[in-house]
């Protein structure tokens, strides 16, 4: 795993997971993929789906060193996601073969632009 370290000259590059919401640069969603998601988004190596399922319209941010541990990593609903830094809304919609991506991986995708209800 690299380090999470955005240089000041990348900020405009960042876009967040349209699914969990980290915040990643574009480059390491392209060579990485999400470190959440990547099971069922399959980002690496395919430009049009980082493009699809990641958003450069966000807004704030929540940094998690233990996300396991933390009563706001429940409250924003990523207590079960790797450390790191994270929006808190993320503007824009998923395609609907993502979606049912998700559905057959046993997920559930609740949109991260305050959209839902928070019914569970």
Known sequence: ?????????????????????IIQTQTRFLREGCPNCENFLDLTGHP???SECTSQVFEGLIALA??????????QRLDGYVGG????????????????????????????????????
Request: hydrophobic share 35%; aromatic share 8%.
């Open 1 to 21: 795993m690299s380090i999470n370290f955005v240089p000041t000259n990348q900020m405009r590059h960042l876009r967040a997971c349209m699914v969990c919401s």
């Open 48 to 50: 049009d789906t980082v």
């Open 66 to 75: 233990e996300p396991t541990q933390s009563w706001l990593a429940r409250w």
């Open 85 to 120: 830094v994270y929006a808190i809304k993320v503007v824009g919609m998923l395609p609907d073969e993502v979606k049912q991506n998700i559905e057959d991986a046993g997920g559930r995708y609740i949109p991260r632009d305050g959209s839902a209800d928070d019914q569970e």
